[in-house]
C-alpha cells in the first residue's frame, strides 16, 4: 500500500485558528461585548468571530466548558461569520470572553 502525501484541510490555509499552523504573532485582541443578549434565566448570547469548522467549535465549546458557572455552552457555527455561542448558568461575561479569546477567536461587540 503507498501512502499518500497528507494535505492540509482547506480552513487550514484559509485563518482557521484552530487549524492553522500556529504563528509567531499573537491571536488578534477581542473586543468585549458590552451588551451580551441575555435573559433573565441566565442565558447569555455572544457573536463570537473567527470559526470555521467543527474542530473551531470544539474548542470554543472546551473552553468555556471549563468556566465555573458555564452550565451549558451552544455553539452555532456560522463559517465565515459570526457564530452565536449561548451559555447557560452564571458565568460572567468577563470570563467568557476571555475564554473565547484564550481559544482564538474574537468576541464581537454589538
Do not use: F, K, N
Request: aromatic share 2%; with cysteine.
Amino acid at each position: 500500500m503507498t501512502e499518500s502525501p497528507r494535505t492540509p484541510l482547506p480552513m487550514a490555509t484559509t485563518d482557521c485558528s484552530c487549524c492553522a499552523p500556529a504563528a509567531d504573532t499573537p491571536a488578534p485582541a477581542g473586543r468585549q461585548s458590552a451588551d451580551p443578549t441575555g435573559t433573565s434565566a441566565g442565558t447569555a448570547t455572544y457573536q463570537v468571530e473567527g470559526m470555521t469548522c467543527e474542530h473551531c467549535v470544539g474548542s470554543v465549546a472546551e473552553a468555556v466548558s471549563a468556566l465555573d458557572g458555564a452550565d451549558d455552552v451552544r455553539v452555532e457555527l456560522v463559517a465565515g461569520g459570526a457564530s452565536p455561542v449561548t451559555v447557560t448558568g452564571p458565568a460572567s461575561a468577563g470570563a467568557v470572553q476571555a475564554a473565547i479569546e484564550a481559544a482564538g477567536y474574537r468576541v464581537l461587540t454589538h
